[in-house]
């Protein structure tokens, strides 16, 4: 009796360890596919519950390996717990590592190479963004509430923390024709995943928006072209619809597409 109660406490904390991942798997597709809002999918889900799920399933697992290893047989309750505690610690530090980033990177999530001339999104992207997204402003400011995770963040000009703690953006100029440049960048943002909504071939802008693969989120994305002499002009725009830190998706973003710009301006030559 003794050795079956042991060994199913042992497969139950396997089983246990093993519905972590989905549990946090079902939080982000959940949020992603409209089952539950990113306030219950993120901030419950994951970031609430999550590690006292964890610490609950580690406990179960400790609890379990103890009694394994108190009394022969030991073997098979002492390996599906030692399982099952593996499974605990490596879902642990994903999501201690999660917690880690956000705390390291600043909290914003808008940025652009000018912030002197700002890019303004069109009425269709700012139709699909809602009253509830974050609101597109020229000189946005970090809100004083950041400052409980953030400390002396709040009431901060963004651009100046854009620029403080990412590698510098700017405007980038190419000795190549809007029209190239444009069909480059549309090209770009397609390899990219962005879905472009707005392609302007006359004025030479481009808008689309980035889904993400976990939880769904948007980001919207512009790029403003404008002829200068024989060459072009070059500014980009990331900003998320929700959330204060973006965990550094923009910056990222927006420095990868330069990146592959010029790379594919150089293809077509």
């Known amino acids: 009796m003794a050795r079956g109660f042991r060994t199913n406490i042992a497969w139950f904390a396997l089983i246990a360890a093993l519905v972590l991942p989905i549990w946090f798997v079902a939080a982000a597709l959940g949020t992603k596919y409209g089952l539950w809002t ?25 609890v379990s390996l103890i009694m394994g290893v108190v ?3 030991r073997i ?11 499974i605990v610690f490596l879902v642990f530090g994903r999501l201690g590592h999660l917690g880690n980033v956000a705390k390291t990177l600043p909290p914003i999530h808008d940025v652009q190479t ?13 139709d699909a963004r809602g009253e509830d ?3 597109v402003l020229d000189d946005p400011e970090i809100p004083e509430g950041a400052n409980g995770r953030w400390p002396g963040m709040g009431g901060r000009k963004v651009s100046e923390v854009q620029n403080e703690k990412y590698q510098p953006l700017q405007t980038v100029i190419k000795a190549v024709a809007p029209d190239k440049v444009h069909t480059a960048a549309f090209l770009v943002m397609n390899d990219m995943g962005i879905e472009v909504i707005v ?71």
Do not use: C
């Open 133 to 135: 997204s974050n609101p």
């Open 199 to 269: 392609n302007d071939e006359e004025t030479y802008r481009l808008e689309g928006t980035f889904t993400s693969q976990w939880y769904g989120f948007k980001d919207d994305f512009a790029v403003r072209i404008r002829p200068k002499g024989e060459g072009s002009e070059i500014d980009v725009r990331s900003i998320s619809r929700v959330g204060l830190s973006d965990l550094g998706a923009n910056i990222e973003r927006v420095h990868g597409f330069l990146e592959r710009l010029d790379l594919k301006l150089k293809e077509l030559e």
């Open 71 to 73: 009394k022969a047989p």
């Open 76 to 86: 098979a309750p002492t390996i599906l717990s030692i399982v099952a505690l593996v």
């Open 38 to 62: 990113y306030g219950f999918g993120l901030g419950k889900m994951t970031i609430a519950w999550g590690p006292l799920i964890i610490i609950a399933v580690g406990i179960l697992g400790v």
């Open 114 to 126: 000018d912030w002197a001339d700002p890019i303004h999104f069109s009425k269709q992207i700012m």
